[in-house]
């Protein structure tokens, strides 16, 4: 059995804005790793990296402009390789709805919860990112 990581939020921005942030490497550098680098398109692979450490490498499968995209990683320290992650995006009550899965895990151990918690603060920086024009991404001034 394979479990997941579930994240439903609010952003009190347009669906263009969030879109922009989780699919440009300009936007994804501001609230997830300063060290994004690569390509966001269609099957073309994004590199995220942290400080010293090597991130994961993302290759983008799927990509509908303001309603979602999907990664697939395809390179990883051990732990994501073959995980799938999703940002689904609707609106309601003039807010954009984001819905975030990272498909994949084996199991439910202390790997996981780190990277629960971790995502969980990732998507608040995101949200930050969208509403005010800074959020706290890895390796940025902002950053705790």
Not at 111 to 133: D, H, K, P
Request: aromatic letters at 14%; charged letters at 25%; proline letters at 2%.
């Amino acid at each position: 059995m394979k479990h997941s990581i579930k994240h439903l939020f609010h952003i009190d921005a347009s669906k263009q804005k969030v879109f922009e942030a989780i699919s440009t490497i300009e936007g994804l550098s501001n609230w997830w790793t300063i060290q994004t680098k690569g390509s966001t398109a269609l099957n073309e692979t994004i590199q995220f990296d942290f400080g010293d450490i090597v991130g994961p490498a993302m290759k983008v499968i799927k990509l509908e402009p303001s309603k979602e995209i999907i990664w697939k990683c395809i390179g990883s320290s051990p732990g994501w390789l073959d995980h799938i992650f999703t940002f689904s995006l609707d609106e309601k009550e003039d807010k954009t709805r984001v819905r975030f899965t990272h498909d994949g895990w084996k199991e439910l151990d202390d790997f996981y919860a780190i990277c629960n918690f971790s995502w969980g603060r990732y998507m608040e920086s995101l949200r930050q990112y969208c509403q005010t024009g800074k959020g706290e991404a890895f390796g940025s001034d902002d950053y705790r």
